[in-house]
């Protein structure tokens, strides 16, 4: 179980991370799209800080430009199947029986299907952009929360104080949002910021395969892309958007896991 130290530190560093990307271009004001056929695959330096790629772009520019992308999709879709999975949950939960059978099959369906091959078939029919992208990660990304919140609405539910309210005759929406949402809220934060990374590493997946940003748009995965045909002569073209990849998911995967351990 990580202290509190290490988790302020990877807190406060994704943070930066997040902050530098935009805010950043407003101080690095390099385009990312200008095309310089005098500067083409140099190595980091003072001058280009993350070097140039095969049409001499600046690759720092890039990332700043591609993580708002990034970040912009793995937090909306994040929060969008997180509260899916919610409303879905807290249903099945509360009113049990025919409902929670229904929706148990609706998820177990759902779940039939690998996540990403999902993915794949849904993005393969469409012109990938950031609202496709948001859409169809959210649509896919919502069962593991659906299945949490249920289970944790069944417990609630069998709570003493939920039955006299119940046998009350108080509003149905006053119990879920009063009672169920307090108790719940934990598990929601948990689950969204795994989530978060979650969606950043299938955007990324399905950019690396060519299904996701399409130019002039970039995002990580797309310029982790763009570097594969020049990995054996100018490694530096991938290595940082997968570095930027792998310390935002890592953060995030850290904060998650303390705040599991906290909740237990």
């Excluded at 992308?69 to 999975?85: E, H, N, P, Q, R």
């Excluded at 290595?239 to 890592?250: Q, R, Y």
């Amino acid at each position: 179980m990580k202290d509190n130290k290490s988790v302020w530190f990877f807190a406060i560093f994704l943070f930066t991370i997040v902050f530098a990307m935009f805010f950043l271009p407003f101080l690095y004001t390099v385009s990312p799209y200008e095309l310089n056929p005098n500067a083409i695959l140099l190595p980091p330096s003072l001058e280009n800080i993350f070097g140039t790629d095969r049409l001499g772009r600046d690759i720092f520019a890039r990332i700043l430009a591609g993580g708002q992308t990034s970040l912009i999709i793995g937090f909306l879709s994040a929060l969008i199947a997180s509260c899916i999975g919610l409303i879905i949950g807290v249903t099945a939960g509360y009113f049990r029986g025919k409902v929670d059978g229904s929706i148990t099959l609706i998820i177990d369906l759902f779940l039939t299907f690998p996540t990403f091959f999902l993915l794949l078939a849904l993005v393969s029919y469409m012109s990938a952009s950031i609202t496709i992208l948001v859409v169809v990660i959210s649509i896919t990304g919502w069962m593991g929360m659906a299945r949490l919140i249920r289970s944790e609405s069944f417990a609630i539910t069998n709570k003493p104080f939920i039955k006299i309210l119940n046998l009350a005759n108080t509003s149905k929406i006053k119990i879920i949002l009063k009672y169920y949402s307090p108790l719940l809220a934990p598990i929601f934060l948990v689950s969204f910021t795994f989530g978060v990374g979650g969606a950043i590493l299938a955007e990324s997946g399905l950019s690396f395969l060519g299904l996701g940003i399409n130019p002039p748009q970039m995002s990580w995965g797309s310029l982790l892309s763009s570097g594969k045909e020049v990995m054996d002569i100018a490694p530096w073209v991938s290595f940082f958007p997968g570095l930027m990849i792998f310390l935002v998911t890592f953060c995030l995967i850290q904060i998650s896991d303390y705040l599991q351990h906290k909740i237990k």
